[in-house]
């Protein structure tokens, strides 16, 4: 699009044309997108009238699907309507249960984050079906939480909030890039630019952790809040004490934090759905009731060993 190339959509090649041994333009049906009951898409044709484009050039992106036609249909492997393995999701089971499958091969093609990810919960899942365990059961994951104060009024991250847009790479002028292939077209970041960028991060793995028995309820940090996104009130259903809250919490996707115990009777309720981690709430609590802390997730492990910490199984 950035170099005036129209995109269009719900159009499927079906013929290529040629006027005298030259190639002069191509076919194509219109599409519709339709949904299942699963949420799946597919291409149904419209039944108009093929759409001609003039073209002097044609050139074929190539995809990839999945395929198995090496994978006999009476070994007990169940497949879908796609042709894909029938899985548990949460395991990557088949219907033989010590078959696996992972990334494209289980769902069909995503990325290679997706693959990934994929690899570690299969892997969990052939340990344990191994050892005859519950294969659709994860083991518990090694959280830390570590503290980030370094002073009364300093942190070990940039708790300074930005409110700039996301900046744009800059790129090469088409002029240039239309007409060398091997031009860059993404320029990328200089020096300024990418740490402007960089101070948009929200450190979204530092987090405002409450301890209920520091509190006094004193709401100073329900006044210091830039975003009105702590409130003090009475307990109730989660429906109702969302509209409660200072700022009400229209995400219901979202979970609320929310602690109880207060001397008063009242829970301290945050919305985590538009904390900015700025940290002034911890940097305003007079008795440190709030804290920041770092947050780390490992979840691809299978066990701890003796000393308490993660190791290989031993066979």
């Given at each position: 699009?950035?170099?005036?190339?129209?995109?269009?959509?719900?159009?499927?090649?079906?013929?290529?044309?040629?006027?005298?041994?030259?190639?002069?333009?191509?076919?194509?049906?219109?599409?519709?997108?339709?949904?299942?009951?699963?949420?799946?898409?597919q291409l149904v044709p419209t039944g108009e009238e093929p759409v001609h484009i003039e073209c002097d050039d044609i050139l074929v992106a190539i995809g990839q699907e999945n395929?198995?036609?090496?994978?006999?249909?009476?070994?007990?492997?169940?497949?879908?309507?796609?042709?894909?393995?029938?899985?548990?999701?949460?395991?990557?089971?088949?219907?033989?249960?010590?078959?696996?499958?992972?990334?494209?091969?289980?769902?069909?093609?995503?990325?290679?984050?997706?693959?990934?990810?994929?690899?570690?919960?299969?892997?969990?899942?052939?340990?344990?079906?191994?050892r005859g365990e519950d294969v659709t059961q994860r083991p518990p994951p090694l959280v830390v939480m570590s503290g980030q104060k370094m002073g009364i009024h300093e942190w070990?991250?940039?708790?300074?909030?930005?409110?700039?847009?996301?900046?744009?790479?800059?790129?090469?002028?088409?002029?240039?890039?239309?007409?060398?292939?091997?031009?860059?077209?993404?320029?990328?970041?200089?020096?300024?630019?990418?740490?402007?960028?960089?101070?948009?991060?929200?450190?979204?793995?530092?987090?405002?952790?409450?301890?209920?028995?520091?509190?006094?309820?004193?709401?100073?940090?329900?006044?210091?809040?830039?975003?009105?996104?702590?409130?003090?009130?009475?307990?109730?259903?989660?429906?109702?004490?969302?509209?409660?809250?200072?700022?009400?919490?229209?995400?219901?996707?979202?979970?609320?934090?929310?602690?109880?115990?207060?001397?008063?009777?009242?829970?301290?309720?945050?919305?985590?759905?538009?904390?900015?981690?700025?940290?002034?709430?911890?940097?305003?609590?007079?008795?440190?009731?709030?804290?920041?802390?770092?947050?780390?997730?490992?979840?691809?492990?299978?066990?701890?060993?003796?000393?308490?910490?993660?190791?290989?199984?031993?066979?």
């Amino acid at each position: 699009m950035a170099e005036g190339i129209p995109i269009l959509n719900f159009l499927v090649p079906k013929e290529v044309l040629h006027e005298d041994g030259r190639l002069t333009g191509m076919l194509f049906d219109k599409v519709r997108a339709e949904y299942d009951a699963r949420g799946r898409r597919q291409l149904v044709p419209t039944g108009e009238e093929p759409v001609h484009i003039e073209c002097d050039d044609i050139l074929v992106a190539i995809g990839q699907e999945n395929s198995f036609p090496w994978i006999e249909r009476d070994i007990g492997l169940e497949f879908d309507r796609w042709g894909l393995p029938k899985l548990d999701e949460a395991s990557f089971q088949s219907s033989i249960p010590n078959v696996f499958f992972g990334g494209d091969a289980a769902f069909g093609p995503k990325n290679i984050i997706w693959a990934v990810a994929h690899g570690h919960e299969a892997a969990v899942s052939i340990d344990r079906f191994c050892r005859g365990e519950d294969v659709t059961q994860r083991p518990p994951p090694l959280v830390v939480m570590s503290g980030q104060k370094m002073g009364i009024h300093e942190w070990s991250y940039d708790n300074g909030v930005s409110l700039d847009l996301r900046y744009k790479v800059p790129h090469r002028d088409p002029s240039v890039s239309l007409r060398d292939i091997k031009a860059e077209v993404e320029l990328g970041f200089d020096r300024e630019l990418g740490f402007k960028e960089a101070q948009r991060c929200l450190n979204c793995d530092v987090q405002t952790v409450f301890t209920t028995s520091l509190c006094i309820e004193c709401d100073a940090c329900v006044d210091i809040c830039p975003v009105d996104c702590i409130t003090f009130t009475e307990n109730g259903e989660e429906g109702e004490l969302r509209q409660r809250l200072k700022a009400p919490a229209e995400n219901l996707t979202q979970d609320l934090y929310v602690m109880d115990g207060l001397k008063t009777g009242r829970v301290m309720v945050k919305d985590e759905d538009v904390c900015l981690h700025c940290g002034m709430c911890a940097e305003r609590c007079p008795t440190g009731a709030w804290d920041m802390q770092k947050f780390l997730l490992e979840s691809a492990k299978t066990y701890l060993n003796g000393n308490g910490g993660h190791a290989c199984r031993s066979r």
